[in-house]
C-alpha cells in the first residue's frame, strides 16, 4: 500500500525501513532543514519487559489517513518534501515502526510538521500494536480501553 | 439490505473473524449498526464503548446513516507509531 | 576533532556526514523515539542564489562547545544517546552542514532536546559559514555584523 | 606579557592573518585587549562592535581579564549550522 508524488511518500511496508533512503528523499537544494522522526520498539513500559511487538494495519484506510495527514501538514507549513512509512508485523527491540521525514526552508517549521505528522498519526491512522512480553503473555494495546494495562503506562514512543 | 464489515486488533480477536455481514431492513445508523454487531458478538460487549466505526476510510459518529455499497470496518482506539 | 563516551558522541568532520550511522549510533532499545535534524545547504536565500557554502570552525572550542550543549540537554530530558556532527569545508547544495540525533523513551522529549541542540549549536558553536553567490562573490554569514546582508536575510537552516 | 591570539572567518580575512600577537604592562581586560587588537589591525574596526573574544574555549565579557598563558582567539558572532 502506498502513495507517490514526487514530494509526498507515503507507505506501509511489512521489512526494515531503510532511513537513508527516507533521508534521501526529503533532502532537497530547497530546504535547509531536515527533520527525521523515528518510532522504536522501546523494552521498558514501566516495570515491564517486551520482547517483541506485532503491528496490524488497515492498509487501505491507513495509506489514505496518511496522505490526508501529510496535506493538512504541507497547507500549515512551507513542506519541501514529506515521507511517512509505517510498518507492519513482527518488530524486534529497537526497530523501527514508524519512520516520518519532513523539509523545509526553514529549521523551527520542520520540527513542528515533524511533531504535527507523528501527533496525528498515533491519533487517526489505523494501526495496532501487540505487546510479546517476557512472560510469554500477549496483549494489544488499545488506549483508554479495558485492556487490563493502565492507559498511563500504555506504551508509546 | 446487507453490511459487510472488516474487523481488526483485539475486535476481530474477540469475535474470532477478521470480517462478518449483518443484514438490516433499511440503512442503519452507526448506532444500530453497533448494537447489531455486539449481538451478533457479545463478546465484543468488553469493548463496546471504545469501538470506532469507518465507512469508506472515514471515521463516522453514531448518529451517521450508513451508506449502500460501503467498506463498513469496526476497531477498537488505534495504537500505531 | 572528536569527543566520544557510549552514550555520546561529538565530531568535527571534514567529509560528508553518514546519517545512517548517525541513526545506527543513537538508537537503542531503552529509547522508543529518535530524531535526527539535518542542516543542510539551501540554494535560495531570499532572490541570492548560491553555488557553495564553505564552513570554518575552531575546532577545539567547537567540541568543547558541542560537548557543553549535550550536557546540558542530558540535564534537562531522559537522553539515552546523543550525537552532534558538524561539517567543515566546501558543502556543495543539499549536503548536510550538521547532523543531529536524540533518542529519548518518548517521542516529546526528542522533539525538544532536538530543537534545543541546534538551537544552541547556532548560538554557541564557534563555526562560521561563507556564502559563495552565483554571481562569483563571496561573503561571511555574521548574524548583526556589517555585512551589507540584513540580518533578517541571513542564510540560516 | 604577550598574548597570543587566534583570528577566525571574517576576523581573519580582515586581518590578513589567522594568528598574531599583543604585548601588555600587565594582564589587559579584554576591552584593553580589543583595543590593542583594533590598533593592530585598524581594518577590524568594522567589526568592533561585534567581535566575539574566548578564553581557554569560553566566551569572556569586556570587564574579565585575560590570565597568563591562555589560549586566545577573537572571532565574529558565529554562524555555523
Known sequence: MSFNESDCWIELVDQPIDVSVVQEFVTTRSAGAVVLFLGTVREMTGERQTVALDYQAYPEMAVAKMQEIASEAKEKWPIQKVALIHRTGRLELAEASVVVGVSTPHRGDSFAAGQFLIDELKVRVPVWKRENWVDGTTEWVHPGADSGLPASESPES | ?81
Chains 1, 3 share one sequence.
Open chain 2, 1 to 81: 439490505m446487507s453490511v459487510s464489515v472488516l474487523l481488526f486488533a483485539r475486535a476481530s480477536d474477540l469475535a474470532g473473524t477478521s470480517s462478518t455481514e449483518l443484514e438490516f431492513d433499511e440503512n442503519p445508523t452507526v448506532a444500530e449498526f453497533k448494537l447489531a454487531l455486539t449481538q451478533q458478538f457479545p463478546q465484543l460487549e468488553v469493548l463496546s464503548k471504545q469501538l470506532l466505526v469507518a465507512v469508506n476510510n472515514n471515521y463516522v459518529q453514531d448518529g451517521d446513516a450508513i451508506p449502500d455499497n460501503a467498506e463498513v470496518a469496526c476497531f477498537p482506539p488505534v495504537s500505531g507509531g
